[in-house]
């Protein structure tokens, strides 16, 4: 299951709780009102949002991070460390969006006996030639939970796994292409390899119907 910080269905919670896996983002706003079980924490680590995490005596402390065993740098160090110059050519303004905080996750997980891993960069890439065929309007990189979705998608030691949504509103900074995400992720649905927990489903407090062949 992995859970966004958007709006979720009141029996959704129930839900979450009952997977295998979850994971959750950044601050883990979703934490209580969509469950409590976090396994993994996919975190940017990259610019003024992993510096106000990874320094934040709150965020280290909080009942999520506490619970999960891994910890998940979705940003790719060499990749980012590549985008630096061109970005802030096109957008001075996002001048420390590459500073790189990984070895300060990497340190912080091994010091509280999590596993920490890195995204590697072929993922936002082909989040990147995936969203393409949807036509996004210039951006800067693929959400967190797009990036998170891709290596879920991509990795082998899921292939067999039914992986759930939720949470997901597809809204936020502009930098990231929410309209061509929204499509790509139905896409994805519509062909069987996401279950979207929708809030029909999540009222309801059923389990999301899993088709065989999943």
């Known amino acids: ?71 998940w740098s979705v940003r790719d160090p060499q990749k980012f460390n590549e985008m630096r110059q061109p970005l802030v050519l096109r957008h001075p303004e996002l001048d420390d969006f590459c500073d790189d905080y990984t070895d300060a996750f990497r340190a912080f997980a091994e010091g509280h006996g999590k596993v920490h891993g890195v995204i590697d960069r072929r993922v936002h890439e082909a989040m990147d030639a995936a969203l393409s065929a949807h036509q996004p309007p210039p951006y800067v990189v693929p959400s967190s939970g797009m990036v998170v979705i891709g290596e879920l998608l ?13 949470g997901f509103s597809h809204e936020g900074w502009d930098g990231h ?4 995400e929204k499509r790509l992720v139905d896409a994805y649905v519509a062909a069987g390899r996401l279950i979207r927990l929708s809030d029909d489903v999540a009222a309801a407090g059923k389990t999301p119907y899993i088709s065989s062949d999943m």
């Not at 991509?154 to 939720?166: E, F, K, V």
């Open 1 to 71: 299951m992995v859970v966004g910080n958007g709006s979720v269905g009141d029996g959704a919670a129930m839900l979450i709780d009952a997977a295998d896996i979850v994971i959750r983002f950044n601050d883990c706003r979703s934490f209580g009102r969509a469950g409590r079980r976090t396994d993994v924490i996919a975190v940017c680590n990259t610019g003024r949002p992993a510096r106000n995490m990874i320094g934040s005596e709150t965020w280290r402390e909080s009942a999520p991070v506490g619970a999960c065993s891994q910890i």
């Open 154 to 166: 991509d990795n082998p030691a899921y292939a067999q796994d039914a992986i759930s949504i939720a």
């Open 177 to 180: 292409p929410f309209a061509a």
